[in-house]
Every structure is written in C-alpha cells, then in structure tokens.
C-alpha cells in the first residue's frame, strides 16, 4: 500500500461487510486507482465491488473526490492528496418496501 | 397643529410625495412594489394587480419582508388616498425615503380600467389552517394559492411516501396521486406511518387515502392501485406537475426517471438501505436525469434492496421529508432545490454530505441523441432478488 497520503475513505453500508462494518477507512495512493488497489490489498473482494475488470468504475457505482465526480475528473486517474475524502456511492433502490 | 381628522389628512398629504394613476403605472410596470393596505374584505372584492396586501394593522411589522431596499421607491394604497397618506407616514418612521402615495387609491384606478384582479379568497377555516404558511413572506397567501393549485404523485405509499404524504397533504398541495399495488402488512408498522394497524390487510392507496383525508378535507385524493408500467406511466404522470419518487426497485426508477425526462416534470428522488439515504431532485436540463449518475443498473446478484437488507424505521421519515421539502419548495418556486445536488445522509453518524451531480451529454435519456419513445427500453425488476452486495 502506497504511503503517498492518507485518504479517508466512505465505505456505503452495501459495502461494509469488506471492512468489518467500518464506514470509514483510510487509504493511501496518489489516484483513485492506486487507492482502490490500496483497499483491495486491505480488504480482498470489495475491489470487484467497484470497479469493473478493466479498471473503470462499475455504472451504477460513482465515485467523488470531496464532493466531485470523478467521471467528470479524470476517472480512476483522478488524482488524490492527503486530507482529501473519497466517497464511494452505489445506486440504491430502497424506499416503499413491502 | 391639526385639530381635527380633516386637518391631520391635509397636513399629511401636504408632507409626502402623492402620485397620480399614470405615474403609478409606470412604476408598476417596472416592478416597484405596491402595497395595499385595505381590509380583507375590500381586498376580495379586487386589487391592483401585482401588488401585496398587507393590512395597515401589519404594515410596520411585515413591510420589510415586501421592500427591504428602504431607499427604494415603493406604492402605498388604499381605497381613496386617505388611509394610505398616513400609512406612508410610517413607513417614512421605519426610514422608507421613497414611499409614494396613490392619491386617487383604487377606486379611482379602477374606474380608469388599470390592471387590477379579483384576490382567489380563503374560507376562514382555510385562513387559520394556514396562518402559519400566510405569516411567512416565502409562502404567504399567494404561496399557499400555488401550493393548492399543484398537482403531486406519489409513486409508493411506504416508506419513504407514508412521511411526505402526510406532511404534504397538511401543507395542502390540493391533489395527491398515490400509485400503488401493495396491501398494508404488519411489517410495515415500524415505518410507514401513513398507515395504522386497524387497516393491515387494507390497499395502501386506500389506507393513506384515510390518512390524508383525516389531515386535510382541502385534499383531492386520486388513486391508482397498480404497478407502473411503461403501458401506463405516460398517462398517469400526464396529469401532475410533480413526480415523487419512494419505490424500491429499480425498474420503477428507471421507469420513472424515463417518463419524467419525456415529460419534463421534476422527479423528487430518494432512496434507502439500512441506515443511509440519498435524496436528490432529477429535471435536466438543469440537472442531470438519473441515467446521467447511473447509466445501467445493478446485477441482480449486486442489487442492494432493502427487503431483505433491513432498515432503520425513522430513516424514511428522515429522507421522505426532505423529498417533501423539495416537493414544496418547487411547487412555490423558492429557495434552491436539490437539482445537480446528491444529499447523502447516514443515520449511524448523523452525517450529511453534498455531492455535486453533473449531467452526462451522452446520457441515453437526457443527452444531446436522446431516446423519445419508452416502447424500446426494457425495465427488468433486478431488486428483491439475492442482495450478495448487500448481505452482512
């Protein structure tokens, strides 16, 4: 894992199970990709959960960088520094439920 | 020193500024605020048209709210110029500097065929049911009027739909569509407050009916115990300004998405999962449409839905209520909505976070080669199958 910065991390609640029910992490790298590796490396299987086998990130997932979207950054070569905070959000269908 | 009431008139007309009908006009016509000053039930019976009826009784207290600029010019009238004069002369105590007088009041602007209006009036148990409403400057009797006149669907009495409905039923949006196909079960108990444990077994458009009805008789109630399809969605969105959006699945998103894009109708959009929400107002162009943030969705394997994964019981409430806020605020045209803007709430850290919503030109909806017709997008249900994403 990169040491390049601390990043904190928003881990959504579909995707806690890999943390071990934290909802934030911390994570290192200078992109988006190498801090994705860097939570695979910390958590095994939420990689996957992500980003799809060539590296882009899934379609119903979006991926902000202090509140902006990264697919209208640079995608997964989205730059990161220390201090900033990556949120990871899934499409949720919940609400009028039987 | 004046002695009598005819004498303080004259003194008072002679100290401030008197202007005639063509004059008014003209200012009226640049947007100058006019202030009547009347009784209600002069008022009912017609007045200038634009202007804002504050009763004398309230000038002091409310005029600020009108015409904050103190320096700006601003029209004071009342029936003939007399009640106004004096009005005036407070204003210039609060330090209005340009506050004007009709001289000839609205009488003598009536008679020369200006732009006046008929007020739609309230029932007097309509006054105090809204008082609260009428004292802000934001709503006011005009708010609550829009508000009466708008038209909201609820797609999905649960959840997310029992809080708002009920909350936008007594603010008194004047018809409420519920669309449904479900029956109130006693698993429902723990969060769908527009329903009560004597109506389990009962359809829920019919149960919340009851709910509304109870709240609020200025109500029109129209219900629709069905799925939606894309057989459907077209005629039923086509009669309401505002859609909202509390399904749990999501071929009812993307359904619901589509037909309000085709429409141009705003989708006031929320969802939930154990103890996080998302709520975020859909109407591109000024925002994006859901499409934009979520091209495709889930597998069924990776489908996060809350049947299965449990949620917090207030936590509807606490997203359906902001969905409603939305709801309001677009139906009187005030404050700044959610459009381009995603409210991300987790309940377990009673944190929220903004994140900034951009539209997708190439977005298959809403995008510069959009799609015009729903007959060629299949809507497969992929939630309430195996949340694997989502299973703790």
């Known amino acids: ?98 | 020193m004046a002695t009598n009431y005819r004498d303080l008139l004259d003194k008072t007309r002679s100290e401030i500024v008197n202007i005639d009908n063509d004059q008014a006009e003209r200012l009226r016509r640049e947007g100058v605020p006019f202030i009547d000053v009347r009784e209600q039930d002069e008022v009912e019976q017609g007045m200038i048209d634009g202007a804002t009826y504050i009763p004398r009784s309230f000038l002091e207290s409310r005029i600020e709210n009108v015409a904050p600029d103190k320096d700006a010019p601003v029209v004071v009238y009342c029936a003939g110029g007399a009640r106004s004069a004096f009005a005036i002369k407070a204003l210039e105590a609060l330090g209005y500097s340009n506050a004007l007088n009709l001289s000839g009041g609205f009488n003598s602007w009536k008679i020369s065929d200006l732009p006046w209006r008929v007020p739609q009036s309230f029932t007097p148990e309509q006054r105090r049911r809204y008082s609260r409403h009428f004292l802000l400057p934001e709503v006011g009797e005009a708010g609550q009027r829009k508000l009466l006149d708008t038209k909201v669907l609820m797609i999905g009495a649960g959840g997310l739909g029992s809080p708002a409905t009920l909350y936008l039923a007594a603010a008194g949006i004047g018809t409420i569509g519920l669309v449904d196909d479900d029956l109130v079960d006693d698993s429902n108990m723990q969060r769908q407050v527009a329903h009560t444990t004597d109506r389990i077994g009962m359809p829920k458009v019919e149960s919340a009916r009851i709910a509304i009805e109870s709240i609020n008789p200025d109500v029109v109630v129209n219900t629709y115990q069905t799925r939606l399809s894309k057989e459907n969605v077209l005629d039923i969105f086509a009669g309401y300004d505002i859609i909202f959006d509390g399904t749990d699945n999501f071929a009812s998103r993307y359904l619901i998405n589509d037909a309000c894009v085709l429409l141009d109708k705003p989708n006031i959009h929320g969802s939930i999962f154990r103890f996080e929400g998302q709520a975020t107002v859909f109407h591109p162009p000024a925002g994006p449409c859901y499409r934009c943030l979520f091209p495709d969705p889930p597998p069924p394997e990776l489908a996060p839905n809350c049947a299965e994964a449990g949620v917090l019981g207030v936590l509807p409430g606490t997203i359906g209520l902001i969905q409603a806020t939305e709801t309001i605020k677009i139906a009187l045209g005030i404050g700044e909505s959610l459009v381009g803007r995603l409210l991300a709430y987790d309940a377990l850290y009673q944190e929220f976070r903004e994140l900034k919503l951009d539209r997708d030109p190439a977005c298959p909806m809403c995008g510069d080669n959009r799609i015009t017709s729903l007959d060629d997008i299949e809507y497969t249900d992929v939630g309430c199958l195996i949340p694997a994403f989502a299973a703790d």
């Open chain 1, 1 to 98: 894992m990169s040491t390049t910065g601390t990043v904190t991390v928003l881990i959504p609640a579909p995707l806690r199970r890999f943390t071990g029910g934290e909802s934030k992490v911390s994570s290192g790298g200078s992109s988006i990709a190498e801090l994705i590796d860097g939570l695979e490396a910390s958590y095994p299987g939420i990689r996957d959960k992500i980003v799809e086998d060539d590296g882009e990130i899934r379609r119903f997932v979006n991926v902000f960088v202090n509140g902006q979207n990264v697919r209208k950054l640079d995608g997964v070569a989205t730059q990161v520094k220390a201090g900033d905070e990556v949120g990871i959000v899934p499409a949720m269908a919940g609400g009028s439920v039987a």
